[in-house]
């Protein structure tokens, strides 16, 4: 299937594998890859620039095929040394990447005269346009469902990619919510040119992710994530868990959070304890509403391969048949 | 465009107008349907059984096209003869009864005996699940994005569609988020028969609301609705004004919501002053996120004359061009 982005990217299908954090690692990004997605790998997963040219190495041992590296820029208490990451990436010969949080635009000359081309992840129009306008190639438009942060506005998928549909003059794909042939029908549909799966590509045969917090997912649905970080205007989306609910807690008291408050629930806030003790009740675990629509662990060839077949039966058999 | 749905109402078109208090009457319901969509009389809007039977007499003098009332089932201080409303349903020969809030478990046999067919909203998948099981016809599954009342569960129609495509065995339409034709094939990508639009037929010339409202929806956008009733688990999505905002003030303050100290601000509710006034500073304003993809004013044939020829361009030119 030719989009718009799998040109641009060079890719088979319209299926991005979006950066998060401890789990984009080699074998899942490779995977990816290899069934025709575009597989991302996290750079701050990485403890140093070093490392991250170490994996970048491994994953193209393993694949022959496009892949990607997402770097998130946030405030963060040790300054990140992005530059020194930006130049890693560049010198590797990656030609995507995939950023978030804050605007990319400081690395934009570095990374357009290099080639690479950028996806921008925004939760909100107003950040997909600046986005835009800032020069990346391709907006990752992140909806109210996505697990992680969707930020403040909570404007779900079927609006906002409708909204960007009409504003955007560069391609988007859609993030959040997504998991099925079905979604990536919806997506097209709405104007987007591929989509964005994080949770989905969590419950993979390939994720470096505990059984557990796999098994944990399959047996949630719809209605088991909760929003935390609400009060400190930092919106996360998680499962609910002890450690999730206690945050939750802690906001609900009358007054200001304090995030010293909860500091010690959120060690492990990116998930790292419970995705390698497979403890379902240690750290956060994040996840998208789409958790409800994963009731299985299937390879990634075999999760990319039934999402096509079933995106080429609804368009042709269901769509087509509808509009003769 | 024929699908389940469009076959079992007898209508041309996959478009139904929901019910909307002081909204859904004569003249807005009769133009819906003689574009080939359902139009949906409110019944409660009609201050008795008897003015609803007028009410129901007059729109058929208007449109030859089959057209549905809406009965909403709520708790409410005085006594509402919902028995009665549904025997002029029925006796006028309406075949078509969109049912809201309460279970319509107990109206269901006799509805059935009249031939009449059941439309269900439902906010969650447990509700789709029980009004099946109750044996309604349709299920109208109403995501986050909707005005009015969205339920306390927040889940958009991107997941909560393909959700009920997985588990529901009867039709269903997609409510909430949907204004273009791009929607509409999401939603027909997504699983549904067809969709529900309410805020959308609020903005056509023909709907019996104040121009300085319609006015005010197209020059607000995806950010500007609240949710209030929050507190009273009774969430209801309305435009960002004076009115909404004293709401959230109060629902702010700590310890229990008293409904008491905002039922003053609630005259009007329902939004009939606003409406009729004109005046967008008084009563809710009910309207969905949809708002921002309200551009215009146009007739209701207008309307969904233009929503079927970009679906079917979307079908036939966008999507069918990537399944080759």
């Not at 950028?118 to 190639?137: F, P, Q, R, Y």
């Not at 799966?197 to 505990?210: D, I, K, L, N, S």
Request: glycine residues 10%; contains cysteine.
């Amino acid at each position: 299937m030719k989009t718009s982005v799998t040109e641009m990217l060079g890719i088979k299908y319209p299926i991005v594998q979006g950066g998060m954090q401890w789990v984009g690692r080699t074998g899942l990004v490779a995977a990816v890859s290899n069934a025709g997605g575009l597989g991302i790998l996290t750079a701050l997963t990485q403890p140093s620039p070093q490392d991250l040219r170490e994996e970048i190495q491994k994953t193209k041992c393993l694949t022959k095929n496009p892949f990607g590296v997402n770097l998130t820029i946030l405030p963060t208490r040790n300054p990140v040394p992005y530059d020194e990451y930006i130049d890693v990436i560049i010198e590797s010969g990656i030609k995507v990447i995939e950023t978030a949080g804050r605007s990319p635009a400081p690395f934009l000359p570095k990374l357009k005269a290099a080639g690479v081309k950028v996806i921008h992840k925004a939760t909100s129009l107003k950040h997909c346009l600046s986005a835009e306008k800032a020069g990346v190639d391709i907006v990752s438009v992140d909806g109210f469902e996505c697990a992680g942060h969707p930020g403040e506005t909570d404007i779900p998928g079927l609006v906002l990619l409708a909204r960007a549909a009409e504003e955007l003059t560069i391609p988007f794909i859609a993030s959040g919510g997504f998991a099925n042939g079905r979604g990536l029908v919806a997506a097209l549909a709405l104007g987007a040119a591929g989509i964005n799966m994080g949770t989905r590509f969590v419950v993979t045969q390939e994720a470096p992710v505990h059984e557990n917090i796999k098994q944990f997912i399959v047996d949630s649905d719809e209605t088991d994530t909760v929003l935390i970080f609400r009060t400190l205007r930092n919106t996360g989306r998680v499962l609910r868990n002890p450690v999730s609910e206690e945050v939750i807690e802690i906001e609900n008291r009358p007054g200001k959070t304090d995030f010293a408050d909860i500091a010690h629930l959120v060690v492990g806030a990116r998930g790292r304890e419970g995705l390698e003790t497979g403890d379902i009740n240690k750290g956060l675990i994040w996840a998208g509403l789409v958790t409800g629509l994963i009731h299985d662990i299937p390879t990634c060839e075999e999760l990319i391969s039934r999402m096509m077949a079933e995106a080429h039966s609804v368009i042709k058999e269901q769509l087509s048949a509808l509009s003769c």
